[in-house]
Protein backbone atom coordinates (compact mmCIF):
# COMPACT_ATOMS: atom_id res chain seq x y z
CA UNK A 1 0.00 0.00 0.00
CA UNK A 2 1.78 3.23 -1.22
CA UNK A 3 0.61 6.39 1.12
CA UNK A 4 -1.16 9.60 -0.68
CA UNK A 5 2.08 12.23 -0.48
CA UNK A 6 -0.17 14.01 2.06
CA UNK A 7 1.62 15.28 5.24
CA UNK A 8 1.09 17.45 8.03
CA UNK A 9 4.18 18.85 9.22
CA UNK A 10 4.46 20.05 12.76
CA UNK A 11 6.28 22.52 14.42
CA UNK A 12 6.36 25.34 17.45
CA UNK A 13 6.58 28.25 15.41
CA UNK A 14 7.42 29.82 11.72
CA UNK A 15 10.01 31.90 13.15
CA UNK A 16 13.79 31.90 12.97
CA UNK A 17 14.74 28.60 14.69
CA UNK A 18 16.37 25.79 13.23
CA UNK A 19 12.97 23.32 12.82
CA UNK A 20 11.56 26.32 10.71
CA UNK A 21 14.34 26.47 8.64
CA UNK A 22 14.85 22.65 8.25
CA UNK A 23 11.08 22.23 7.20
CA UNK A 24 11.69 24.93 4.18
CA UNK A 25 14.88 23.58 3.04
CA UNK A 26 12.47 20.36 2.34
CA UNK A 27 8.96 21.95 1.42
CA UNK A 28 10.03 22.57 -2.42
CA UNK A 29 11.58 18.59 -3.19
CA UNK A 30 8.61 17.40 -1.02
CA UNK A 31 5.95 19.57 -3.60
CA UNK A 32 8.19 19.00 -6.45
CA UNK A 33 7.87 15.03 -5.86
CA UNK A 34 3.71 15.72 -6.32
CA UNK A 35 3.56 15.86 -1.91
CA UNK A 36 0.56 18.38 -1.10
CA UNK A 37 2.07 19.81 2.63
CA UNK A 38 -0.31 21.10 5.61
CA UNK A 39 1.94 22.83 8.27
CA UNK A 40 0.48 23.53 11.68
CA UNK A 41 1.76 25.82 14.34
CA UNK A 42 1.16 26.90 17.82
CA UNK A 43 2.74 29.88 16.32
CA UNK A 44 3.51 32.10 13.33
CA UNK A 45 6.34 34.49 13.18
CA UNK A 46 9.12 35.89 11.01
CA UNK A 47 8.95 32.69 8.39
CA UNK A 48 5.35 32.44 8.13
CA UNK A 49 5.08 34.42 4.74
CA UNK A 50 8.04 32.10 3.20
CA UNK A 51 5.82 29.08 4.50
CA UNK A 52 2.77 30.34 2.70
CA UNK A 53 4.52 31.26 -0.90
CA UNK A 54 5.97 27.62 -1.11
CA UNK A 55 2.30 26.77 -1.27
CA UNK A 56 1.70 25.03 1.95
CA UNK A 57 -1.75 25.56 3.56
CA UNK A 58 -0.49 27.13 6.99
CA UNK A 59 -2.63 26.83 10.06
CA UNK A 60 -1.68 28.99 13.16
CA UNK A 61 -3.18 27.09 16.09
CA UNK A 62 -2.25 28.80 19.24
CA UNK A 63 -3.75 26.23 21.68
CA UNK A 64 -2.12 23.21 19.70
CA UNK A 65 -0.49 22.26 23.05
CA UNK A 66 -3.73 22.09 25.49
CA UNK A 67 -4.25 18.74 26.96
CA UNK A 68 -7.46 18.45 25.00
CA UNK A 69 -7.21 18.96 21.41
CA UNK A 70 -9.85 20.98 20.18
CA UNK A 71 -12.43 20.11 17.48
CA UNK A 72 -11.24 23.10 14.97
CA UNK A 73 -7.43 22.13 14.63
CA UNK A 74 -8.71 17.71 14.19
CA UNK A 75 -11.46 18.99 11.89
CA UNK A 76 -9.32 20.70 9.87
CA UNK A 77 -6.19 18.51 9.45
CA UNK A 78 -9.39 15.47 8.55
CA UNK A 79 -10.13 17.70 5.75
CA UNK A 80 -6.79 17.99 4.68
CA UNK A 81 -6.88 14.03 4.30
CA UNK A 82 -3.43 13.20 5.03
CA UNK A 83 -1.59 9.79 5.30
CA UNK A 84 1.97 11.17 7.32
CA UNK A 85 1.78 13.62 10.65
CA UNK A 86 5.02 14.64 11.23
CA UNK A 87 6.49 16.79 14.06
CA UNK A 88 9.91 18.76 13.24
CA UNK A 89 11.16 18.53 17.03
CA UNK A 90 10.61 16.75 20.32
CA UNK A 91 9.11 19.86 21.45
CA UNK A 92 6.03 19.38 19.22
CA UNK A 93 5.66 15.48 20.01
CA UNK A 94 2.80 15.21 22.89
CA UNK A 95 0.46 17.42 20.14
CA UNK A 96 1.30 15.27 17.08
CA UNK A 97 0.87 12.14 18.69
CA UNK A 98 -2.49 13.19 19.86
CA UNK A 99 -2.98 14.16 16.42
CA UNK A 100 -2.03 11.13 15.28
CA UNK A 101 -3.59 9.07 17.83
CA UNK A 102 -7.14 10.89 16.86
CA UNK A 103 -6.42 10.18 13.54
CA UNK A 104 -5.18 6.90 13.46
CA UNK A 105 -1.92 7.93 11.44
CA UNK A 106 1.58 6.75 11.41
CA UNK A 107 3.74 9.56 13.45
CA UNK A 108 7.25 10.77 12.58
CA UNK A 109 9.14 12.91 15.03
CA UNK A 110 12.44 14.33 14.10
CA UNK A 111 15.07 14.72 17.35
CA UNK A 112 17.26 17.20 16.36
CA UNK A 113 19.28 17.82 19.92
CA UNK A 114 20.28 15.76 22.72
CA UNK A 115 18.64 17.22 26.00
CA UNK A 116 14.97 17.97 27.05
CA UNK A 117 13.24 14.42 25.43
CA UNK A 118 10.95 14.07 28.30
CA UNK A 119 8.26 15.04 26.02
CA UNK A 120 9.27 11.64 24.11
CA UNK A 121 8.36 9.67 26.50
CA UNK A 122 5.07 8.63 25.85
CA UNK A 123 6.01 7.36 22.59
CA UNK A 124 7.92 4.34 23.72
CA UNK A 125 4.29 2.41 23.70
CA UNK A 126 3.00 3.60 20.28
CA UNK A 127 3.78 0.92 17.39
CA UNK A 128 2.67 3.55 15.17
CA UNK A 129 5.21 6.20 16.19
CA UNK A 130 8.73 6.58 14.24
CA UNK A 131 11.88 8.47 15.51
CA UNK A 132 13.93 10.62 12.88
CA UNK A 133 17.80 11.28 14.53
CA UNK A 134 20.08 13.96 12.57
CA UNK A 135 22.73 12.10 13.59
CA UNK A 136 24.00 9.05 15.00
CA UNK A 137 25.03 10.75 18.38
CA UNK A 138 21.50 11.46 18.80
CA UNK A 139 20.44 7.69 17.76
CA UNK A 140 22.52 6.27 20.39
CA UNK A 141 21.42 8.73 22.86
CA UNK A 142 17.46 7.82 22.00
CA UNK A 143 19.11 4.08 22.64
CA UNK A 144 20.91 3.98 25.19
CA UNK A 145 19.71 6.58 27.80
CA UNK A 146 16.03 7.28 26.68
CA UNK A 147 15.21 3.31 26.29
CA UNK A 148 13.79 3.80 22.71
CA UNK A 149 14.05 0.32 20.70
CA UNK A 150 16.88 0.69 17.39
CA UNK A 151 13.73 -0.65 15.33
CA UNK A 152 12.26 2.61 15.50
CA UNK A 153 14.85 5.19 14.47
CA UNK A 154 16.27 5.79 11.27
CA UNK A 155 19.29 8.68 10.89
CA UNK A 156 18.02 11.24 8.04
CA UNK A 157 19.74 13.92 8.80
CA UNK A 158 18.68 18.02 7.20
CA UNK A 159 19.25 18.89 4.30
CA UNK A 160 20.24 22.20 2.41
CA UNK A 161 18.49 23.39 -0.54
CA UNK A 162 21.81 23.81 -2.22
CA UNK A 163 20.62 27.09 -4.42
CA UNK A 164 19.99 29.54 -1.64
CA UNK A 165 23.70 28.56 -0.47
CA UNK A 166 26.64 28.96 -3.18
CA UNK A 167 30.13 28.00 -3.11
CA UNK A 168 31.69 31.26 -2.19
CA UNK A 169 35.75 31.70 -3.05
CA UNK A 170 37.46 30.94 0.29
CA UNK A 171 40.60 33.33 -0.29
CA UNK A 172 42.41 34.45 2.83
CA UNK A 173 42.00 38.56 2.55
CA UNK A 174 44.84 40.23 4.23
CA UNK A 175 45.72 43.99 4.45
CA UNK A 176 48.43 43.67 1.87
CA UNK A 177 46.39 42.09 -0.76
CA UNK A 178 42.91 43.89 0.27
CA UNK A 179 41.21 46.29 1.87
CA UNK A 180 39.98 44.37 4.24
CA UNK A 181 41.20 41.82 7.16
CA UNK A 182 39.82 38.59 6.97
CA UNK A 183 36.46 37.74 9.00
CA UNK A 184 36.55 34.73 11.44
CA UNK A 185 32.86 33.86 12.69
CA UNK A 186 30.61 31.90 14.27
CA UNK A 187 26.66 31.42 15.06
CA UNK A 188 24.76 30.09 17.88
CA UNK A 189 22.52 30.90 20.58
CA UNK A 190 23.92 32.72 22.88
CA UNK A 191 24.61 30.84 26.07
CA UNK A 192 26.83 28.81 27.76
CA UNK A 193 27.47 25.76 26.18
CA UNK A 194 27.36 27.37 22.54
CA UNK A 195 31.25 27.72 23.42
CA UNK A 196 31.27 31.47 22.76
CA UNK A 197 33.37 32.40 26.18
CA UNK A 198 36.21 29.71 24.69
CA UNK A 199 35.74 31.52 21.31
CA UNK A 200 36.81 34.88 22.48
CA UNK A 201 40.04 33.57 24.61
CA UNK A 202 41.12 32.14 20.63
CA UNK A 203 40.77 35.78 19.21
CA UNK A 204 42.28 37.00 21.71
CA UNK A 205 45.18 34.28 21.37
CA UNK A 206 45.25 34.51 17.38
CA UNK A 207 45.22 38.60 17.67
CA UNK A 208 48.48 38.02 20.01
CA UNK A 209 50.17 35.64 17.76
CA UNK A 210 50.65 39.13 15.39
CA UNK A 211 48.08 37.62 12.88
CA UNK A 212 45.25 39.95 12.00
CA UNK A 213 41.47 39.16 11.86
CA UNK A 214 38.44 40.77 12.60
CA UNK A 215 35.97 38.14 14.27
CA UNK A 216 32.21 37.68 14.38
CA UNK A 217 29.91 36.24 16.62
CA UNK A 218 26.25 36.44 15.11
CA UNK A 219 23.12 35.24 17.23
CA UNK A 220 21.19 36.53 20.31
CA UNK A 221 20.83 35.24 23.69
CA UNK A 222 21.23 35.53 27.32
CA UNK A 223 24.97 36.08 27.32
CA UNK A 224 25.17 38.88 24.92
CA UNK A 225 26.04 41.35 27.58
CA UNK A 226 28.15 38.45 29.44
CA UNK A 227 30.25 37.84 26.33
CA UNK A 228 30.79 41.87 25.33
CA UNK A 229 31.77 42.51 28.91
CA UNK A 230 34.02 39.32 28.55
CA UNK A 231 35.61 41.07 25.46
CA UNK A 232 36.21 43.87 27.07
CA UNK A 233 38.60 42.22 29.65
CA UNK A 234 40.10 40.70 26.83
CA UNK A 235 40.78 44.39 25.40
CA UNK A 236 39.82 42.72 21.96
CA UNK A 237 36.55 44.81 21.25
CA UNK A 238 37.75 46.90 18.68
CA UNK A 239 38.23 43.67 16.74
CA UNK A 240 34.77 41.91 17.98
CA UNK A 241 31.37 42.88 15.88
CA UNK A 242 28.46 41.37 17.37
CA UNK A 243 25.49 40.77 15.14
CA UNK A 244 21.76 39.19 15.64
CA UNK A 245 21.72 37.99 11.67
CA UNK A 246 21.47 34.62 11.58
CA UNK A 247 23.29 32.50 8.89
CA UNK A 248 20.40 31.01 7.37
CA UNK A 249 20.61 33.83 4.72
CA UNK A 250 23.23 33.05 2.38
CA UNK A 251 24.29 36.47 2.47
CA UNK A 252 25.56 36.94 6.27
CA UNK A 253 27.64 34.23 5.83
CA UNK A 254 29.23 34.77 2.63
CA UNK A 255 31.74 37.49 4.38
CA UNK A 256 32.82 35.17 6.39
CA UNK A 257 36.43 33.46 5.25
CA UNK A 258 36.89 30.67 8.36
CA UNK A 259 33.70 29.17 10.22
CA UNK A 260 34.26 28.51 13.74
CA UNK A 261 31.69 26.01 16.08
CA UNK A 262 32.99 25.99 19.44
CA UNK A 263 30.13 25.00 21.24
CA UNK A 264 30.60 21.73 24.06
CA UNK A 265 27.58 20.12 22.90
CA UNK A 266 25.61 19.45 19.23
CA UNK A 267 22.78 17.28 17.93
CA UNK A 268 23.76 17.91 14.01
CA UNK A 269 25.33 21.34 13.26
CA UNK A 270 23.07 23.35 10.52
CA UNK A 271 25.41 26.05 10.99
CA UNK A 272 28.21 24.03 10.22
CA UNK A 273 26.61 22.47 7.53
CA UNK A 274 25.54 25.88 5.52
CA UNK A 275 29.35 26.97 5.93
CA UNK A 276 30.73 23.72 4.65
CA UNK A 277 28.17 24.19 1.67
CA UNK A 278 29.54 27.47 0.77
CA UNK A 279 33.08 26.13 1.14
CA UNK A 280 34.06 27.91 3.65
CA UNK A 281 36.79 26.24 6.20
CA UNK A 282 35.65 25.17 9.67
CA UNK A 283 36.79 24.60 12.72
CA UNK A 284 34.79 22.69 15.27
CA UNK A 285 34.16 20.76 18.33
CA UNK A 286 34.17 17.51 17.86
CA UNK A 287 31.29 16.95 19.94
CA UNK A 288 28.08 14.56 19.37
CA UNK A 289 26.37 15.40 15.68
CA UNK A 290 29.37 17.11 14.25
CA UNK A 291 31.54 13.77 14.06
CA UNK A 292 28.62 13.32 11.29
CA UNK A 293 29.55 16.24 9.17
CA UNK A 294 33.64 17.16 9.91
CA UNK A 295 35.71 14.72 8.77
CA UNK A 296 39.44 15.70 10.40
CA UNK A 297 41.42 17.11 7.90
CA UNK A 298 38.94 16.31 4.84
CA UNK A 299 36.11 18.58 5.28
CA UNK A 300 37.40 20.65 8.38
CA UNK A 301 39.44 20.91 11.19
CA UNK A 302 38.39 18.82 14.60
CA UNK A 303 39.39 19.87 17.99
CA UNK A 304 38.56 19.32 21.57
CA UNK A 305 35.80 20.92 22.99
CA UNK A 306 36.76 23.37 25.66
CA UNK A 307 39.92 24.10 24.09
CA UNK A 308 40.55 27.19 23.17
CA UNK A 309 44.06 26.66 22.42
CA UNK A 310 43.55 23.88 19.76
CA UNK A 311 41.12 26.39 18.54
CA UNK A 312 43.47 29.19 18.74
CA UNK A 313 45.91 26.77 16.60
CA UNK A 314 43.77 25.94 13.95
CA UNK A 315 42.58 29.20 13.04
CA UNK A 316 45.75 30.89 12.81
CA UNK A 317 47.12 27.36 10.77
CA UNK A 318 43.94 28.34 7.86
CA UNK A 319 44.63 32.30 8.42
CA UNK A 320 48.33 30.97 6.75
CA UNK A 321 47.66 28.09 5.10
CA UNK A 322 45.80 29.00 1.72
CA UNK A 323 45.94 25.95 0.31
CA UNK A 324 44.49 23.77 3.07
CA UNK A 325 41.31 26.35 2.84
CA UNK A 326 40.83 25.93 -0.87
CA UNK A 327 41.16 21.86 0.47
CA UNK A 328 38.89 21.73 2.85
CA UNK A 329 36.54 24.05 1.21
CA UNK A 330 36.27 21.67 -2.19
CA UNK A 331 36.11 18.45 0.05
CA UNK A 332 33.37 19.98 2.23
CA UNK A 333 31.26 21.48 -0.59
CA UNK A 334 31.46 18.56 -2.54
CA UNK A 335 30.49 16.06 0.41
CA UNK A 336 27.17 18.75 0.95
CA UNK A 337 26.20 18.04 -2.72
CA UNK A 338 26.71 14.60 -1.87
CA UNK A 339 25.05 13.90 1.42
CA UNK A 340 23.15 16.39 2.37
CA UNK A 341 21.22 18.11 -0.55
CA UNK A 342 17.39 18.59 0.44
CA UNK A 343 16.77 16.67 -2.93
CA UNK A 344 18.67 13.57 -1.76
CA UNK A 345 17.31 14.12 2.33
CA UNK A 346 13.40 14.83 1.26
CA UNK A 347 13.79 11.32 -1.39
CA UNK A 348 15.51 9.32 1.96
CA UNK A 349 12.01 10.99 3.92
CA UNK A 350 9.81 9.84 1.38
CA UNK A 351 11.02 6.40 1.32
CA UNK A 352 10.98 6.07 5.19
CA UNK A 353 7.56 7.56 4.61
CA UNK A 354 6.52 4.60 2.43
CA UNK A 355 8.19 1.91 3.99
CA UNK A 356 6.37 2.67 7.07
CA UNK A 357 3.20 3.68 6.26
CA UNK A 358 3.09 0.37 4.12
CA UNK A 359 3.09 -1.58 7.07
CA UNK A 360 0.30 0.17 9.79
Do not use: W
Not at 80 to 106: G, M, N, Q, V
Not at 179 to 194: A, D
Not at 242 to 269: C, H, L, M, W, Y
Amino acid sequence: MSFSKRIVLILNALDMTGPSFAALNIIPDLLSSGCAVMIIARAGGEREEMFSALGCDVRIFPHLGVPILGRKILDSIRKFEPSIIHAHCPDCAAAAHKIAKSLSLPLFVTVNRLDNLESLEKLKTDNNCRLIALSEAIREKLINKEGFAQEVIKVIPNGLNLKHFPAVSTNIKTTAQFERLPVVGTYGTLIEHKGQQDFLVAAKSVLERGLDAEFLIMGHGPDKQKLRDRADNLKISSRLTFSASTITDSQNISNINIFVEPTRKEGFGMSVLQAMAMGIPVVACGVGGLFSLIEHEVTGLLISAGDSKAMADSICRLLKDQALCNELSHNARIRVEEEFSSKIITQKLLNYYQSIYATV
